[in-house]
């Protein structure tokens, strides 16, 4: 049997990576297992903002549930873990323990701020897995232009 892995940093959430992992379990009879990691108790800085007794942390924890149950509905079998750390060392420690054959990531943006160091994190994720990798690229969120605009 499958076992997908799909992480979400509370502060930098992937749905797409999460609703991609969620649609294709059920259609290859997978189990996955959500990872959502805060930050550390005690942080400091923008990354505290999102941390699980927050309202941001607590927004990101309502998103999760709220697509599981819909997956569950659906037929997927989804196993919800919640952890606080550094993200990539514990996607890295539970794609291990969990014995996961397929992790679902989100593609580095590269183009944004911050693009450098997302792609520095996903480097090190996907040295540090034994397992298949599927990238998921996040939607590209563009206003609508009138021509000549």
Same mark, same amino acid.
């Given at each position: 049997?499958?076992?997908?892995?799909?992480?979400?940093?509370?502060?930098?959430?992937?749905?797409?990576?999460?609703?991609?992992?969620?649609?294709?379990?059920?259609?290859?009879?997978?189990?996955?297992?959500?990872?959502? #990691?805060?930050?550390?108790?005690?942080?400091?800085?923008?990354?505290?903002?999102?941390?699980?007794?927050?309202?941001?942390?607590?927004?990101?924890?309502?998103?999760?549930?709220?697509?599981?149950?819909?997956?569950?509905?659906?037929?997927?079998?989804?196993?919800?873990?919640?952890?606080?750390?550094?993200?990539?060392?514990?996607?890295?420690?539970?794609?291990?323990?969990?014995?996961?054959?397929?992790? #679902?990531?989100?593609?580095?943006?590269?183009?944004?701020?911050?693009?450098?160091?997302?792609?520095?994190?996903?480097?090190?994720?996907?040295?540090?897995?034994?397992?298949? #990798?599927?990238?998921?690229?996040?939607?590209?969120?563009?206003?609508?232009?009138?021509?000549?605009?």
């Amino acid at each position: 049997m499958e076992r997908i892995l799909v992480g979400i940093d509370s502060t930098r959430p992937s749905w797409e990576a999460l609703v991609r992992a969620l649609c294709l379990a059920p259609r290859i009879q997978a189990r996955v297992s959500v990872l959502v #990691v805060f930050p550390p108790d005690g942080g400091a800085g923008p990354k505290a903002a999102a941390g699980k007794d927050t309202p941001e942390g607590r927004a990101v924890r309502r998103r999760v549930d709220s697509e599981i149950e819909s997956a569950k509905a659906a037929g997927a079998t989804v196993d919800l873990f919640v952890t606080e750390g550094r993200y990539e060392r514990e996607l890295i420690d539970a794609a291990g323990q969990l014995k996961t054959t397929l992790l #679902v990531a989100a593609a580095a943006g590269g183009d944004g701020e911050g693009g450098e160091r997302e792609a520095e994190l996903l480097g090190k994720i996907l040295n540090g897995v034994d397992c298949r #990798v599927e990238l998921v690229s996040p939607k590209r969120h563009h206003e609508s232009q009138k021509d000549g605009a």
